[in-house]
């Protein structure tokens, strides 16, 4: 039986919020009658007004989902792999959906892993560590088997494609810039979050490197 999904009512609300809150959620998503799953734990926001974003650059056919109503699932490629997004309240407002792990929660919990492992191997075709299965948003959505031809401009679907609460949010959440923003587009706004507990399998953790609290990353507490 499955956990209270989540509606899309829930993206109907200013997207850093969203980011912070589809922490611990999971994505849970039907391949040849296996549910896959993973639990977020790693997002981060864009909004319509700052150069970072891909709606930024304006209106086209390739980004109208960004545009459409809250909850519209917005999948682009990145680096040859795909990426998931869900549009917020704002024309041009989204959260990225960067990292999860896998969620084992029954007894078809060890089928489903082996199947993510086979959706997203190593480049020798060995099996990633479970904990870096889904690190990164391509991973990810590999390791779920999400792909823009089947999501872009869809919706979530209780058959198909889920967001689930389980009842589980972060103690603790890391804020840090986004990753991968170039300069002059605003890299350094801190609309990255990471559940503090899973930083090992952010895509990249911003803790490491000799990286200075309050400077290059900071601690929340989630009341």
């Known amino acids: 039986m499955f956990p209270a999904s989540v509606s899309t009512r829930f993206f109907d609300r200013d997207a850093l ?21 993973a639990t977020i734990v790693e997002t981060e926001a864009y909004y ?4 970072g974003s891909h709606a930024s650059l304006g209106y086209t056919e390739k980004r ?4 459409m109503p809250p909850g519209t699932i917005y999948m682009y490629y990145a680096r040859g792999g795909d990426s998931l997004n869900f549009s917020c309240r704002g ?13 084992q929660d029954g007894a078809d919990s060890q089928s489903m892993l082996e199947r993510m492992h086979r959706l997203n191997p ?13 690190s990164g948003q391509t991973l990810l959505c590999r390791a779920l ?24 949010a972060p103690q603790r959440i890391v804020c840090a810039p986004r990753l991968g ?3 002059g587009r605003d890299p350094h706004l801190p609309y990255r979050f990471i559940d503090f507990e899973h930083l090992r399998s952010a895509t990249r ?5 000799g990286a200075r609290e309050g400077k290059d990353y900071r601690v929340m507490l989630n009341a």
Do not use: M, T
């Open 17 to 37: 919020e969203v980011a912070r809150d589809l922490l611990g959620k999971v994505l849970a998503h039907r391949v040849d009658g296996v549910w896959l799953k």
């Open 48 to 51: 319509l007004q700052e150069k």
């Open 64 to 67: 109208k989902a960004l545009f």
């Open 91 to 103: 024309a041009g407002n989204a959260v990225l959906v960067k990292s999860g792990c896998p969620f």
């Open 122 to 134: 190593l480049p020798d075709g060995s099996h990633r560590a479970d904990g870096r299965l889904c």
């Open 145 to 168: 088997g999400l792909r823009v031809p089947d999501w872009d401009g869809g919706r979530l679907d209780r058959g198909k494609f889920r967001l689930l609460d389980v009842g589980y």
């Open 181 to 183: 923003i170039p300069q």
């Open 205 to 209: 953790n911003p803790l490491a490197g």
